[in-house]
């Protein structure tokens, strides 16, 4: 089976970092994406990670661990702005040389004055 | 250059209706993907379409069809609506299987359809 597992809800402060969690147990991984998603909207493109390690981007990172299941996406200089649902999401290969995405439920994230 | 394109923005139908939801790709991608996304959750994998053909499928019952033009645009058909098929449906195009596999998907602006 697949499961991915992120908190549904983190608030933070204005300028502060944030680290959102994401867990997952799937087969056929072939990468990890974070998507931002505001309400009614589409979700956009943060951050992919295929190997272990960190990427970094501006004020968003994202990290991964393959042999433990886990990724985070880490929020800097937090503006208001940054409040949205982040998404994290599986990119599985099932070895039909096509794949798909496995989307978290997503964390919604309240970022306050 | 377009993004991924999506019609209609908005739809209301009544239970039992059949609705078709419409996706035009980024230029240049020719695999379209389709999820429903209910109040408060992930998107979901309906199905994948490249060359015409459906690829792929989650887990989703026979009243979600869809087809794949020669020109890459893609349309989701819904029968028998249910009051639980209400959610916004989002298209995502990607390049040929195979060929960027780091590449993210692209999402559509999403059809939000709302069943009464």
């Known amino acids: 089976g697949q499961n991915i597992d992120q908190p549904t809800e983190m608030t933070a402060t204005e300028g502060a970092i944030v680290q959102i969690n994401c867990t997952y147990q799937t087969s056929g991984f072939n990468g990890l994406f974070w998507y931002q998603q505001h309400a009614g909207e589409a979700p956009t493109f943060l951050s992919y990670n295929v190997l272990d390690g960190l990427e970094e981007k501006g004020r968003f990172s994202s990290f991964l661990s393959r042999s433990k299941g886990y990724s985070y996406l880490l929020l800097k200089e937090l503006q208001m702005k940054d409040s949205a649902s982040y998404l994290c999401?599986?990119?599985?290969?099932?070895?039909?040389?096509?794949?798909?995405?496995?989307f978290g439920t997503g964390t919604r994230l309240l970022v306050s004055p | 250059d377009a993004g991924v394109t999506q019609s209609p923005t908005h739809l209301i139908k009544t239970r039992g209706q059949q609705v078709t939801l419409r996706c035009s790709p980024k230029s240049g991608h020719d695999t379209v993907s389709w999820y429903q996304q209910a109040l408060g959750q992930g998107p979901q994998f309906i199905f994948q379409y490249y060359e015409e053909e459906e690829r792929q499928r989650g887990n989703f019952p026979d009243r979600f069809s869809g087809h794949q033009f020669p020109n890459y645009s893609s349309e989701l058909n819904v029968n028998a609506l249910l009051l639980g098929d209400s959610a916004l449906y989002l298209c995502?195009?990607?390049?040929?299987?195979?060929?960027?596999?780091?590449?993210?998907?692209?999402f559509g602006q999403g059809t939000r359809l709302t069943v009464v």
């Open positions: 995502a195009s990607s390049p040929t299987p195979g060929q960027m596999m780091g590449t993210e998907a692209f």
């Open positions: 999401a599986v990119k599985r290969s099932p070895g039909t040389g096509f794949q798909k995405l496995v």
